[in-house]
């Protein structure tokens, strides 16, 4: 983001902002990719010209149009993008093909297997052992009945007080 201009910044929509978005972003060595990582588990490269990502958010398409402030709103509009065509006409983008061999993309690499898994998992078939689900809605369970006999041990002492002081008041 330009400082100059803080309403100006890059989007890339790709990660699903539902699954909580992004969790990171980071630039290649060379600045030629950016690799965003979503909270989802996924992982995108961007290929980007970076060079011309600062000089879109510094470009004022209005900037240097004498009598900007009297013009009407369509001529402002008209103004607007012709100057932006022109701008991206004489600065167009600089993004070299990816050679695999070169860049390291091989597909070998994503035939690669995890170490330390094996390939065919067994079901727990037991039925005396929870299932995941079943501990998570058991310790639910337990922790609901654990506030209610707080609740309720609150209540016996406020009523073992308001004995008290009856048997206090009336002996």
Same mark, same amino acid.
């Given at each position: 983001? !330009?400082? *100059?201009?803080?309403e100006?910044?890059?989007?890339? %929509?790709?990660?699903?902002?539902? +699954?909580?978005?992004?969790a990171?972003? /980071? $630039?290649?060595?060379?600045?030629?990719c950016?690799?965003?990582?979503?909270?989802?588990?996924?992982? $995108?490269v961007?290929?980007?010209? /970076?060079?011309?990502?600062?000089?879109?958010?510094?470009?004022?398409a209005?900037?240097?149009?004498?009598?900007?402030?009297?013009? &009407?709103?369509?001529?402002? %509009?008209?103004?607007?993008?012709?100057?932006t065509?022109?701008?991206?006409?004489? *600065?167009?983008? !600089?993004? &070299?093909?990816?050679? &695999?061999?070169?860049?390291?993309?091989?597909?070998?690499?994503?035939?690669?297997?995890?170490?330390?898994?094996?390939?065919?998992?067994?079901?727990?078939? !037991?039925?005396?052992?929870?299932?995941?689900?079943q +501990?998570?809605?058991?310790?639910?369970?337990?922790?609901?009945?654990?506030?209610?006999?707080?609740?309720?041990?609150?209540?016996?002492?406020?009523?073992?007080?308001?004995?008290?002081?009856?048997? +206090?008041?009336? %002996?």
């Open positions: 983001m !330009n400082i *100059n201009f803080p100006r910044y890059l989007v890339l %929509k790709q990660h699903d902002v539902h +699954a909580n978005g992004v990171a972003v /980071k $630039f290649s060595f060379d600045e030629r950016l690799v965003s990582a979503g909270k989802d588990g996924i992982l $995108f961007h290929n980007i010209d /970076k060079y011309m990502i600062t000089q879109e958010s510094q470009f004022n209005l900037d240097g149009v004498a009598g900007i402030d009297f013009m &009407p709103e369509a001529q402002v %509009k008209e103004v607007f993008a012709e100057r065509e022109a701008f991206q006409q004489a *600065n167009e983008a !600089n993004i &070299p093909d990816f050679d &695999p061999t070169v860049d390291g993309l091989d597909e070998t690499l994503f035939s690669v297997s995890l170490r330390g898994f094996p390939d065919i998992c067994e079901d727990i078939l !037991n039925t005396d052992v929870y299932s995941i689900q +501990a998570k809605l058991r310790t639910e369970e337990d922790h609901r009945l654990k506030l209610a006999e707080e609740k309720k041990q609150g209540v016996r002492k406020k009523i073992d007080v308001l004995r008290s002081e009856f048997d +206090a008041l009336y %002996k």
